[in-house]
């Protein structure tokens, strides 16, 4: 009953920076945690950043000081500004939403975006 829509990917240079947004519509009371997640080749999808409505937040630790997640409740957007990006940030990144948990885990999500790119060349 959550529509996700990411946008804001792209190709840069390692040290550039990126601001994804994910769009929800729909049932926005089921968007109490908005999260980050990323797949990298050969490896299973992982947690970025999570925020609840509140604004609590939750990064993991390879991006913490780098990124930010931000959340327009009003608008029901979830941001991410991506900073200082390195080659190892390259992957599909996704927004995912869900009423009552805000882990950085994927399996308790129910709603994902289709994800969008980026890539960071060194």
């Known amino acids: 009953q959550v529509q996700l829509v990411e946008s804001g990917g792209g190709s840069v240079q390692a040290g550039g920076s990126l601001r994804l947004s994910c769009a929800a519509s729909?049932?926005?009371?089921?968007?109490?945690?908005m999260a980050w997640f990323r797949e990298i080749p050969g490896k299973e999808r992982e947690g970025v950043a999570a925020i609840r409505s509140d604004g609590r937040t939750t990064y993991r630790d390879s991006v913490q000081g780098r990124f930010i997640i931000s959340r327009d409740n009003a608008k029901t957007t979830l941001y991410l500004q991506m900073n200082r990006l390195k080659p190892e940030d390259t992957a599909i990144y996704h927004c995912?939403?869900?009423?009552?948990?805000?882990?950085?885990?994927?399996?308790?999500?129910?709603?994902w975006g289709q994800g969008t790119q980026v890539t960071v060349s060194s």
């Open positions: 729909g049932n926005t009371y089921s968007t109490a945690c």
């Open positions: 995912a939403a869900d009423r009552n948990f805000c882990p950085l885990t994927p399996y308790d999500y129910n709603y």
